[in-house]
């Protein structure tokens, strides 16, 4: 399990229960940490749409929704795909 001390920007991040989103490719649902806040985290996820804002959460919240840190794990500057 990750605390706050475990968040890293530029880092990305499973969610504990994983979806599929979109057609071609189809990727995960995972986030990646843009801004690191007192108690507040932005990310980007393949979730937000092109020309929206990026959603700030509570570090809380993004904890209660994170599993693991993924980064090393998909290829640098893409989206994990299925």
Known sequence: MITD?????GHCYSAKKPKLIGFFPRLYNDRQIVWLGIDQVQYDS?????????????IEKFLKWADKDITDTIP?????EC
């Open 76 to 80: 640098k500057g893409a989206w994990r």
């Open 5 to 9: 001390k475990d968040l890293i920007i």
């Open 46 to 58: 393949p979730t937000v749409k092109m020309g929206r804002k990026l959603p700030i959460v509570t």
